[in-house]
């Protein structure tokens, strides 16, 4: 009976669903063929508010009366429950009383801020993933946004890259997990939920594979790579509800993604079936004529609303062209209303027609952004994202009867700038909630210890006028903690780098200090992989601490001193040096591989520089040690209808309670297609008391041993498989062979 009872409701909510989709569809079209073609366009069109900028802007001093016109159909960079108030009074002035759309990059949080994404990935905890995500939306949704434009789902390989920051790195199904839980984060139960903003799944499509690592350049590949490595975490979105997309800068194999009708019209909104719609990128539409691709911004709008593009983020192109292209029978009317019906669907799924403010309440706003429970899951997700890169002799977690702590180095005392690039300016609240790395160790030590403080230098110091009053410091002290890296504004859009060492003097002054003979501790805050092969080989221990949030201090403490295991594991591969990058550890076996880290000997090596990376995907070290032990395959053989169940023991070997991400990779050995040396295809993340043993069990299936092969078709080969399963891509601890067979 309760199986009855629940498939009728399944039955029920399922009717349900459909009547409303069918109740909005026959307002859009009523709604529709009441607009004129100007107030259709102008639904097509996107400005930012007066407030930051995040590109160049278009200059528009008529925006007021252009919005009382219905001349524009969003809003980017209007936050807070105030000014979308008063931006929407001024869209229900328009002849139609249609509502803005109010858009953000809430890209790691909004009031509260998270850990950069790359760094929340690093935790490999999907649902404090998607917890993070969630309560970005309820205080976003509270302050009047109705969309964010995240999560961004580019693989990036390539650290020189800026904005692997806003992603999840370089591993497509750990890529797609993510991708998925964000959006789920974001958009909640559903959309129209006052707690819900519609997600953004950007950039589409192969942006984080731009060339040289340099931002908005081409981008050239293989049609399998695009699609075995690019699209599946787009797909992910998509599978996951995701209501908007955003078109990529760059050009893929010629074509600018903005007017790439392959990818909007082929695969988005054919293949796929997506029937939310898609935004430009800031001006895209327009950049379409320094690429070379349009002559002038007239054929820009003409390609871009052929390709699939449905709103112009800033660049006009729509507003100025779309009329005229339309009379002169250069685009068809079908396709102006195909992108509105799409964007006015969105806005009638919110409840905007029915309520324009209901967003927009003061009330919600200051109870959603001082909410000590966002605050408290803050310290705990910036704690699960931090990486232990290194400890000999156990030097962490400190003792918490250390008398005296040199706390020393750049990014000690600065406390907005934890936040990371991509952060909120939220202009309702001052920064006195972002916890200093300072105050955070001064919190958790109290009147128990100590602390000494010098600066050493900047973060792109040239100078080392600072050093002598670090080392008199260091001296002092029982433990020294230096924390260095990048700034928080070298990581993120336009912020490619070519050199990715420590800034400045800041490895300098790690020597300096570790001449001292002092216990030293080093915390790397970054938004990417950096380089620092000195500081690895010769400091004892490091935390990769990323940029955290707003929670960072009391997080770095809650590490540093053992009242949180470390657990995260590494997003992306950390290279020895530049000569390395693009470095992955998926990558296709050659004719002549290297038969260990030091082989040159006529084989796919440099002669200057190990073949292996400084740290590689997955790594991630613990204060407390586990042992793998008893693997077992039901099956030594599968039929692709079949599945193999593996199951083996985790046990905490050691004296702490902790988690271990255990990570399950396959190599397909022989195939009609090169296949890469391995592949992860599923992990857990698994608590355990000290001497605890827990089962952990996989299944492989059809899906995990499928590729795309020539013909781009998604086919498992009958073969021989190696299973891996490990503490990281490099350190696998036990392995076994199974067979697809016919």
Known sequence: ????????????????????????????????????????????????????????????????????????????????????????????????????????????????????????????????????????????????????????????????????????????????????????????????????????????????????????????????????????????????????????FNDLNGVPATGNVYLQRAILKGKWNFKGFVVSDWGSIGEMVPHGYAKDSKEAAQLAITAGSDMDMESNAYLNNLATLIDEGEVDIALIDDAVKRILYKKFELGLFDDPYRFSNLQR??????????????????????????????????????????????????????HGFWAVDVKEVDSTYIISQWEGLKNKVGKNAKLLYAKGCGFQDTSKAGFDEAIAVAKQADVVIVSVGERWDMSGEAKSRSNLQLPGVQEELLKAIQATGKPMVVLINAGRPLVFDWTADNVPAILYTWWLGSEAGNAIADVLFGDYNPSAKLPMTFPRNEGQIPIYYNYFNTGRPAKNEMDTNYVAAYIDVKNTPKFPFGFGLSYTTFDYSNLKLSASKMKAAEKITVSFQLKNTGNLVGEEVVQLYLHDKFATVVRPVKELKDFMKIKLQPGETKMVTFIIDKEKLSFYNQNIEWIAEPGEFELMIGTSSADIRLNNVFELVN
Not at 131 to 160: C, L, N, Q, Y
Not at 366 to 390: C, G, M, P
Not at 407 to 412: D, E, H, M, S
Request: proline share 4%; charged share 20%.
């Open 1 to 248: 009976m309760k199986k009855i009872a629940i498939l009728i409701g399944i039955v029920f909510q399922s009717i349900n669903v459909f009547s409303q989709d069918k109740l909005i569809e026959q307002k859009v079209e009523s709604l529709l063929t009441q607009m004129t073609l100007k107030e259709k366009i102008g639904q097509l069109n996107q400005y930012t508010g007066d407030g930051n900028a995040t590109g160049p802007l278009t200059v528009n001093p008529n925006k007021q009366a252009a919005i009382k016109q219905g001349l524009i159909g969003s809003m980017l960079n209007v936050m807070g429950a105030k000014y979308t108030r008063q931006y929407q009074e001024l869209a229900m002035q328009s002849r139609l009383k249609i509502p803005l759309l109010f858009g953000l990059d809430v890209v790691h949080g909004y009031k509260t801020t998270f850990p950069i994404p790359l760094a929340e990935a690093a935790s490999w905890d999907l649902e404090a993933i998607e917890k993070a995500a969630r309560i970005a939306a309820v205080e976003a949704s509270a302050s009047g946004i109705h969309w964010t434009f995240a999560p961004m789902v580019d693989i990036g390989r390539d650290p020189r890259w800026g904005r692997v920051m806003e992603g999840a790195g370089e591993d497509t199904y750990l890529g797609s997990k993510i991708a998925f839980a964000r959006v789920k984060g974001f958009q909640g139960k559903k959309l129209g939920e006052l707690d819900a903003v519609m997600a953004c799944s950007k950039h589409f499509a192969a942006y984080g594979a731009a060339v040289g690592g340099r931002d908005y350049n081409s981008v050239d590949m293989s049609e399998r790579m695009l699609w075995e490595t690019y699209l599946p975490p787009f797909k992910a979105t998509v599978d996951a509800g995701v209501a908007t997309f955003m078109n990529a």
């Open 365 to 418: 706003q200051k109870k959603a952004l001082d909410n000590q429970e966002h605050t408290k899951f803050a310290r705990e997700i910036a704690a699960k994202s931090i990486v232990l890169l290194k400890n000999e002799n156990n030097l962490l977690p400190l003792s918490k009867q250390t008398k005296t702590i040199a706390f020393i180095g750049p990014a000690v005392k600065p406390a907005r700038a934890n």
